[in-house]
């Protein structure tokens, strides 16, 4: 399974935007960039997952690097309402049911 | 639509016994997930099941097992626990199989081993 690497923790304050990265240098062609987010005492939540091109939807932006071997996940506008731990995840084609989690990033968001 | 629902919520058991964990999925959709959650080694895959048969399976003893019926209703069981089996287990669901298929994830069974 093909690795993600995340900063362990970022702060950022509310109402401003938020660059969370993730970098993936041995994403094989066909692996789909996923992200979730885990809130305090919740499951995980998807937040937004692209495969070569930038996606947009009401939650977030992806911005993926041309090589796809790196992607950054674009909060526009920090609530305290996000702050919880974002994963990161390559999930290869067809295989949408398995998602291999690494330590992903704390964000926290000051007021 | 309800959610992902999983019962019990919270658990309680001796080294030794076995446990069956019950996670019920958003209405239609056929696929389900499990994840073990621990401090120590964050969310790890268990095993995925699609219309009654297992597709994936992850890196635990088999002392772990699951199963999905019919009505995609599944059950974990895992049997002679151990104190390393203390864990937040989550269950999720998603329509399909497919990349582009959103997982759904449920509350979590909080199981303690004693």
């Known amino acids: 399974d093909a690795k993600t690497t995340q900063p362990n923790s970022m702060e950022s304050n509310e109402e401003e935007p938020v660059h969370l990265p993730c970098n993936h240098s041995?994403?094989?062609?066909?692996?789909?960039i996923h992200w979730y987010r885990q809130l305090p005492s919740q499951g995980p939540e998807y937040v937004i997952h692209?495969?070569?091109s930038n996606v947009n939807n009401r939650m977030a932006s992806l911005a993926i690097a041309e090589d796809r071997k790196s992607s950054t996940l674009i909060l526009h506008r920090a609530t305290l309402r996000d702050a919880a731990v974002y994963y990161c995840?390559?999930?290869?084609?067809?295989?949408?049911?398995?998602?291999?989690f690494g330590q992903g990033t704390e964000l926290s968001v000051k007021p | 639509k309800a959610g992902v629902t999983q019962t019990p919520r919270y658990l309680i058991k001796t080294r030794g016994q076995q446990v069956t964990l019950s996670c019920s999925p958003i209405s239609g959709h056929r696929s389900v997930s499990w994840y073990q959650q621990t401090p120590g080694q964050g969310l790890q895959f268990l095993f995925e099941y699609f219309s009654e048969t297992q597709r994936n399976k992850g890196n635990f003893p088999g002392r772990f097992s699951g199963r999905q019926f019919s009505n995609s209703r599944s059950e974990m069981n895992v049997s002679t626990l151990e104190l390393g089996d203390s864990a937040l287990y989550l269950c999720?669901?998603?329509?399909?199989?497919?990349?582009?298929?959103?997982?759904?994830f449920g509350p979590g069974t909080r199981l303690t081993v004693l």
């Open positions: 041995t994403i094989s062609g066909t692996d789909y």
């Open positions: 995840i390559l999930c290869p084609y067809n295989q949408g049911g398995k998602l291999i």
């Open positions: 999720a669901s998603s329509i399909g199989t497919g990349t582009h298929n959103e997982q759904f």
């Open positions: 692209g495969l070569t």
